[in-house]
Protein backbone atom coordinates (compact mmCIF):
# COMPACT_ATOMS: atom_id res chain seq x y z
CA UNK A 1 0.00 0.00 0.00
CA UNK A 2 1.78 3.02 -0.80
CA UNK A 3 0.82 6.35 0.95
CA UNK A 4 1.87 10.21 1.57
CA UNK A 5 0.56 12.96 3.42
CA UNK A 6 0.15 14.85 0.08
CA UNK A 7 -2.14 11.84 -1.10
CA UNK A 8 -4.22 11.90 2.16
CA UNK A 9 -5.20 15.87 2.20
CA UNK A 10 -5.97 15.27 -1.87
CA UNK A 11 -8.73 13.23 -0.95
CA UNK A 12 -10.11 15.69 1.45
CA UNK A 13 -12.94 18.41 0.30
CA UNK A 14 -14.87 20.63 1.46
CA UNK A 15 -18.24 18.78 1.46
CA UNK A 16 -21.86 20.79 1.29
CA UNK A 17 -23.71 21.02 4.15
CA UNK A 18 -26.86 18.92 4.01
CA UNK A 19 -29.65 18.72 5.91
CA UNK A 20 -28.31 15.81 7.64
CA UNK A 21 -24.71 17.02 8.27
CA UNK A 22 -26.42 20.39 9.54
CA UNK A 23 -28.38 18.97 12.13
CA UNK A 24 -24.89 17.02 13.14
CA UNK A 25 -23.32 20.24 13.57
CA UNK A 26 -26.11 22.17 15.86
CA UNK A 27 -26.30 18.55 17.65
CA UNK A 28 -22.49 18.62 18.75
CA UNK A 29 -22.84 22.70 19.77
CA UNK A 30 -25.31 21.98 21.78
CA UNK A 31 -23.50 18.99 23.54
CA UNK A 32 -20.31 20.95 23.86
CA UNK A 33 -22.42 23.99 25.62
CA UNK A 34 -24.51 21.20 27.57
CA UNK A 35 -20.67 19.14 28.77
CA UNK A 36 -19.31 22.58 30.14
CA UNK A 37 -17.89 20.28 32.42
CA UNK A 38 -17.42 20.70 36.67
CA UNK A 39 -14.11 18.36 35.87
CA UNK A 40 -12.81 20.95 33.53
CA UNK A 41 -13.32 23.92 36.13
CA UNK A 42 -12.85 22.29 39.28
CA UNK A 43 -9.38 20.90 37.92
CA UNK A 44 -9.88 17.39 38.12
CA UNK A 45 -9.49 16.45 34.47
CA UNK A 46 -6.15 14.40 33.85
CA UNK A 47 -5.06 16.44 30.75
CA UNK A 48 -5.17 19.75 30.04
CA UNK A 49 -7.76 19.73 27.07
CA UNK A 50 -7.38 21.95 24.23
CA UNK A 51 -7.61 22.40 20.55
CA UNK A 52 -5.01 23.73 18.06
CA UNK A 53 -6.76 27.40 17.41
CA UNK A 54 -6.09 27.33 13.64
CA UNK A 55 -8.46 24.28 13.37
CA UNK A 56 -11.63 26.92 14.27
CA UNK A 57 -10.42 29.72 12.48
CA UNK A 58 -7.91 32.20 11.04
CA UNK A 59 -9.56 34.75 13.23
CA UNK A 60 -7.50 34.38 16.94
CA UNK A 61 -10.14 36.11 18.56
CA UNK A 62 -12.90 34.14 17.39
CA UNK A 63 -10.86 31.03 17.97
CA UNK A 64 -10.66 31.99 21.69
CA UNK A 65 -13.66 32.41 22.25
CA UNK A 66 -14.91 29.14 21.01
CA UNK A 67 -12.42 27.20 22.76
CA UNK A 68 -12.82 28.98 26.39
CA UNK A 69 -16.57 30.08 25.73
CA UNK A 70 -17.89 27.55 23.39
CA UNK A 71 -15.94 24.68 24.71
CA UNK A 72 -15.24 25.69 28.04
CA UNK A 73 -11.59 24.78 27.99
CA UNK A 74 -8.60 26.79 29.81
CA UNK A 75 -5.74 24.98 26.84
CA UNK A 76 -5.17 26.35 23.79
CA UNK A 77 -2.45 25.36 20.94
CA UNK A 78 -0.98 28.13 18.35
CA UNK A 79 -0.06 27.37 15.42
CA UNK A 80 -1.25 30.32 12.82
CA UNK A 81 -3.72 33.35 13.25
CA UNK A 82 -4.55 36.40 10.99
CA UNK A 83 -3.36 33.94 7.61
CA UNK A 84 0.54 33.94 9.64
CA UNK A 85 2.34 31.30 11.52
CA UNK A 86 2.58 32.02 15.08
CA UNK A 87 7.07 31.84 14.19
CA UNK A 88 6.53 35.14 11.70
CA UNK A 89 3.70 37.48 13.68
CA UNK A 90 4.70 40.92 14.48
CA UNK A 91 6.10 42.24 18.07
CA UNK A 92 2.54 44.08 17.73
CA UNK A 93 0.34 40.79 17.20
CA UNK A 94 1.90 38.93 19.63
CA UNK A 95 0.91 41.59 22.25
CA UNK A 96 -2.14 41.58 20.65
CA UNK A 97 -2.74 37.71 20.79
CA UNK A 98 -1.46 37.44 24.35
CA UNK A 99 -3.83 40.09 25.01
CA UNK A 100 -6.53 38.32 23.53
CA UNK A 101 -5.61 35.21 25.41
CA UNK A 102 -5.60 36.88 28.78
CA UNK A 103 -8.98 37.87 28.10
CA UNK A 104 -10.42 34.57 27.66
CA UNK A 105 -7.88 33.12 30.35
CA UNK A 106 -6.41 30.93 28.28
CA UNK A 107 -3.11 29.09 28.52
CA UNK A 108 -0.74 27.85 26.10
CA UNK A 109 0.06 24.43 25.89
CA UNK A 110 2.88 24.66 23.39
CA UNK A 111 4.12 26.38 20.51
CA UNK A 112 3.22 24.28 17.52
CA UNK A 113 6.14 25.72 14.89
CA UNK A 114 7.37 24.01 12.01
CA UNK A 115 10.98 23.48 13.12
CA UNK A 116 12.65 21.11 10.97
CA UNK A 117 9.94 20.13 8.87
CA UNK A 118 12.11 21.04 5.45
CA UNK A 119 14.43 18.87 3.61
CA UNK A 120 17.43 17.12 5.43
CA UNK A 121 20.41 19.33 3.71
CA UNK A 122 23.04 16.97 1.46
CA UNK A 123 20.03 13.85 1.13
CA UNK A 124 17.96 13.28 -1.47
CA UNK A 125 15.29 15.33 -2.65
CA UNK A 126 12.95 13.52 -0.01
CA UNK A 127 9.34 12.24 -2.12
CA UNK A 128 7.48 14.00 0.73
CA UNK A 129 9.17 17.50 0.63
CA UNK A 130 6.89 20.29 -0.12
CA UNK A 131 5.85 23.94 1.21
CA UNK A 132 2.37 24.19 1.40
CA UNK A 133 1.89 21.77 4.39
CA UNK A 134 3.67 24.05 6.85
CA UNK A 135 0.46 25.83 8.03
CA UNK A 136 1.72 29.33 6.58
CA UNK A 137 5.36 28.92 6.98
CA UNK A 138 8.63 28.01 4.92
CA UNK A 139 11.73 28.17 6.34
CA UNK A 140 14.74 25.84 4.70
CA UNK A 141 17.51 24.19 6.73
CA UNK A 142 19.60 26.93 6.49
CA UNK A 143 17.23 28.80 8.56
CA UNK A 144 16.32 26.16 11.39
CA UNK A 145 18.93 27.46 13.78
CA UNK A 146 17.37 30.92 13.76
CA UNK A 147 13.81 29.28 13.84
CA UNK A 148 14.57 27.63 16.91
CA UNK A 149 16.11 31.05 18.74
CA UNK A 150 12.74 32.46 17.83
CA UNK A 151 10.34 29.65 19.01
CA UNK A 152 12.41 30.11 22.21
CA UNK A 153 11.43 34.16 22.60
CA UNK A 154 7.96 33.14 22.00
CA UNK A 155 7.88 30.70 24.21
CA UNK A 156 9.14 32.93 27.01
CA UNK A 157 6.40 35.50 25.42
CA UNK A 158 3.28 32.98 25.51
CA UNK A 159 4.75 31.54 29.35
CA UNK A 160 4.86 28.05 28.13
CA UNK A 161 7.74 25.28 28.37
CA UNK A 162 7.06 23.36 25.37
CA UNK A 163 7.96 23.72 21.22
CA UNK A 164 6.92 21.62 18.74
CA UNK A 165 9.78 20.11 15.81
CA UNK A 166 9.90 17.30 13.30
CA UNK A 167 12.70 15.40 12.08
CA UNK A 168 12.78 17.02 8.47
CA UNK A 169 10.85 15.12 5.62
CA UNK A 170 10.79 11.70 5.26
CA UNK A 171 13.58 10.09 2.98
CA UNK A 172 13.18 6.74 1.17
CA UNK A 173 16.32 5.77 2.75
CA UNK A 174 17.13 7.44 5.90
CA UNK A 175 19.68 5.38 7.30
CA UNK A 176 22.66 6.96 6.14
CA UNK A 177 21.66 10.46 7.56
CA UNK A 178 19.59 9.45 10.52
CA UNK A 179 22.84 9.78 12.94
CA UNK A 180 23.42 13.44 11.45
CA UNK A 181 19.82 13.98 12.33
CA UNK A 182 19.75 12.87 15.49
CA UNK A 183 22.73 14.76 16.26
CA UNK A 184 20.70 18.06 15.12
CA UNK A 185 18.04 17.57 16.99
CA UNK A 186 19.84 16.58 20.10
CA UNK A 187 21.79 19.98 19.69
CA UNK A 188 18.40 21.55 19.58
CA UNK A 189 17.11 20.03 22.68
CA UNK A 190 20.58 21.28 24.46
CA UNK A 191 19.83 24.67 23.28
CA UNK A 192 16.60 24.62 25.11
CA UNK A 193 17.53 22.99 28.28
CA UNK A 194 19.26 26.19 29.17
CA UNK A 195 16.20 28.19 28.70
CA UNK A 196 14.46 25.06 30.53
CA UNK A 197 12.14 24.52 27.94
CA UNK A 198 11.11 21.16 26.25
CA UNK A 199 11.35 20.17 22.95
CA UNK A 200 8.05 18.26 21.56
CA UNK A 201 9.34 15.89 18.74
CA UNK A 202 5.91 15.19 16.65
CA UNK A 203 5.51 11.77 15.12
CA UNK A 204 4.24 12.62 11.85
CA UNK A 205 3.94 10.19 8.70
CA UNK A 206 5.44 12.98 6.33
CA UNK A 207 8.31 13.08 8.43
CA UNK A 208 11.47 10.76 8.89
CA UNK A 209 9.31 9.46 12.55
CA UNK A 210 5.75 8.68 12.14
CA UNK A 211 5.01 5.45 13.75
CA UNK A 212 5.78 4.42 17.73
CA UNK A 213 8.34 1.95 16.35
CA UNK A 214 10.64 4.61 14.74
CA UNK A 215 9.30 6.83 17.70
CA UNK A 216 10.93 4.57 20.39
CA UNK A 217 13.78 4.30 18.58
CA UNK A 218 14.48 8.41 18.33
CA UNK A 219 13.45 9.04 21.91
CA UNK A 220 16.61 5.88 22.42
CA UNK A 221 19.08 7.24 20.63
CA UNK A 222 18.28 10.90 22.02
CA UNK A 223 18.39 10.61 26.33
CA UNK A 224 17.43 13.71 26.74
CA UNK A 225 15.08 14.36 29.61
CA UNK A 226 13.61 17.33 28.09
CA UNK A 227 13.09 16.03 24.36
CA UNK A 228 9.62 14.38 24.21
CA UNK A 229 7.23 12.91 22.07
CA UNK A 230 4.43 14.86 20.78
CA UNK A 231 2.37 11.34 20.50
CA UNK A 232 -0.34 11.64 17.38
CA UNK A 233 -1.45 8.13 17.09
CA UNK A 234 -3.92 9.23 14.05
CA UNK A 235 -0.81 9.89 12.43
CA UNK A 236 0.72 6.90 13.25
CA UNK A 237 -2.48 4.70 12.48
CA UNK A 238 -2.41 6.70 8.94
CA UNK A 239 1.10 6.30 7.82
CA UNK A 240 0.71 2.33 8.75
CA UNK A 241 -2.93 1.62 8.84
CA UNK A 242 -3.01 -0.46 12.36
CA UNK A 243 -4.26 1.41 15.83
CA UNK A 244 -2.70 2.88 18.53
CA UNK A 245 -1.33 0.09 20.61
CA UNK A 246 0.36 -1.08 18.26
CA UNK A 247 3.38 1.02 18.73
CA UNK A 248 2.14 2.65 21.58
CA UNK A 249 3.29 0.10 24.31
CA UNK A 250 6.66 0.63 22.84
CA UNK A 251 7.05 4.34 23.92
CA UNK A 252 8.83 5.10 27.45
CA UNK A 253 5.79 6.81 28.95
CA UNK A 254 7.33 9.50 30.61
CA UNK A 255 9.11 10.90 27.66
CA UNK A 256 5.20 11.53 26.29
CA UNK A 257 4.92 14.98 26.85
CA UNK A 258 2.07 16.33 24.56
CA UNK A 259 -0.40 14.36 22.40
CA UNK A 260 -2.72 15.40 19.38
CA UNK A 261 -6.02 14.23 19.08
CA UNK A 262 -7.81 13.08 15.67
CA UNK A 263 -9.35 10.17 13.85
CA UNK A 264 -8.55 7.95 10.30
CA UNK A 265 -10.69 6.01 8.30
CA UNK A 266 -9.85 3.85 5.19
CA UNK A 267 -11.04 4.74 1.84
CA UNK A 268 -12.00 2.48 -0.76
CA UNK A 269 -8.66 3.40 -3.17
CA UNK A 270 -6.55 1.99 -0.15
CA UNK A 271 -5.47 5.32 0.94
CA UNK A 272 -7.04 7.30 4.08
CA UNK A 273 -9.10 10.33 5.16
CA UNK A 274 -9.52 12.03 8.59
CA UNK A 275 -12.72 11.85 10.86
CA UNK A 276 -13.84 13.11 14.02
CA UNK A 277 -12.56 11.68 16.89
CA UNK A 278 -14.41 8.35 18.06
CA UNK A 279 -15.74 7.76 14.38
CA UNK A 280 -12.50 6.07 12.88
CA UNK A 281 -9.90 3.49 12.87
CA UNK A 282 -7.95 4.66 16.55
CA UNK A 283 -8.80 3.51 19.28
CA UNK A 284 -9.15 6.58 21.26
CA UNK A 285 -10.71 5.17 24.48
CA UNK A 286 -8.15 2.78 24.89
CA UNK A 287 -5.78 5.21 24.21
CA UNK A 288 -7.19 7.75 26.92
CA UNK A 289 -7.52 5.09 29.43
CA UNK A 290 -3.49 4.34 29.06
CA UNK A 291 -2.51 7.79 28.75
CA UNK A 292 -4.75 8.53 32.48
CA UNK A 293 -3.14 4.93 33.77
CA UNK A 294 0.55 5.64 32.71
CA UNK A 295 0.43 9.43 34.14
CA UNK A 296 0.62 11.50 31.18
CA UNK A 297 -1.24 14.92 32.42
CA UNK A 298 0.15 17.13 29.27
CA UNK A 299 -1.78 18.43 26.89
CA UNK A 300 -4.22 16.65 24.87
CA UNK A 301 -5.09 18.85 22.19
CA UNK A 302 -7.33 18.52 19.52
CA UNK A 303 -6.43 18.68 15.57
CA UNK A 304 -9.61 18.31 13.66
CA UNK A 305 -8.29 18.11 10.31
CA UNK A 306 -11.18 16.71 8.67
CA UNK A 307 -13.66 18.97 7.00
CA UNK A 308 -16.56 17.13 6.24
CA UNK A 309 -18.94 19.34 7.85
CA UNK A 310 -18.14 22.34 5.46
CA UNK A 311 -15.92 24.70 7.48
CA UNK A 312 -13.25 24.02 10.23
CA UNK A 313 -15.23 25.67 12.73
CA UNK A 314 -18.43 23.12 12.06
CA UNK A 315 -16.40 20.30 11.75
CA UNK A 316 -14.38 21.13 15.29
CA UNK A 317 -17.43 21.51 17.11
CA UNK A 318 -18.32 18.16 15.66
CA UNK A 319 -15.13 16.53 16.37
CA UNK A 320 -14.51 17.87 20.02
CA UNK A 321 -18.32 16.57 20.30
CA UNK A 322 -16.77 13.20 19.45
CA UNK A 323 -13.85 13.99 21.52
CA UNK A 324 -16.05 14.63 24.58
CA UNK A 325 -18.22 11.57 24.16
CA UNK A 326 -15.01 9.16 23.92
CA UNK A 327 -13.76 11.27 27.15
CA UNK A 328 -16.87 9.83 28.72
CA UNK A 329 -16.69 6.17 26.98
CA UNK A 330 -12.71 5.86 28.68
CA UNK A 331 -14.63 6.77 32.16
CA UNK A 332 -12.53 9.90 32.25
CA UNK A 333 -13.79 13.46 33.84
CA UNK A 334 -13.14 16.30 31.43
Known amino acids: ?10 GLGLSGLGSAMSFLVKQATASSLMTLSAA ?11 VINDEITQDFEKACQIVAGDFGLRWIELRSMWDKNVTVLTAKEVEDAKKILD ?18 PGAPRSPQSETRDQFRADFDAKAQDKLLEHCISLAKSFNTDRIR ?33 ILLLENEMSCNTATGEESSALLKAIPNKNFMLNWDPGNAAALVGTPYA ?11 GHCHCKDVVTKPDDKYDWAPVGSGMVDWPGQLRDLQRDGFHYGL ?22 LRKTLTKAGISC
Open 103 to 120: EHKLQVTDIASPLFKTDW
Open 40 to 50: TDSGTCPFRLA
Open 246 to 256: AGYHLLPKDRI
Open 1 to 10: MTYTRRSVLA
Open 301 to 322: SLETHWRGAGTPEASTRVSMDG
Open 165 to 197: CFDFWRLDDQKPYRLAINAKLQQAADRCAKDNL
